[in-house]
C-alpha cells in the first residue's frame, strides 16, 4: 500500500492531493544514515530517529498526509 501512495507523478495518493506545487527541499544527515524525519509547516510530523520507525504502514502515512492537507487548507 504504501509504495502505491508514494508512487511517481499521479499514481499515488500524495501525488493526488489537489493542491498548488509547494517547495520541497531535503538534506542528508552530516555522518549519520539511517535517519527520516518529515517537518510539514515546521513541525516534525514524523521522525524515525525518535521512534516513528519507517512509513511502512497507512497509519504512518495518512499521518504525514493529514499533515500536509491541513498545512494546505
Known amino acids: 500500500m504504501v509504495s ?7 499514481e499515488g495518493i500524495l501525488g493526488s492531493l489537489s493542491c498548488p ?10 555522518e549519520v544514515t539511517g535517519w527520516f524525519e518529515v517537518t ?5 510530523v514524523h521522525s524515525k530517529k525518535n ?14 498526509v493529514a499533515a500536509i492537507e491541513s498545512c494546505l487548507a
Open 4 to 10: 502505491r501512495i508514494l508512487g511517481t507523478g499521479t
Open 21 to 30: 506545487p509547494t517547495p520541497q527541499s531535503g538534506q542528508g544527515t552530516p
Open 40 to 44: 510539514v509547516g515546521g513541525h516534525l
Open 51 to 64: 521512534g516513528d520507525g519507517f512509513v511502512d504502514s497507512n497509519p504512518k502515512l495518512l499521518k504525514i
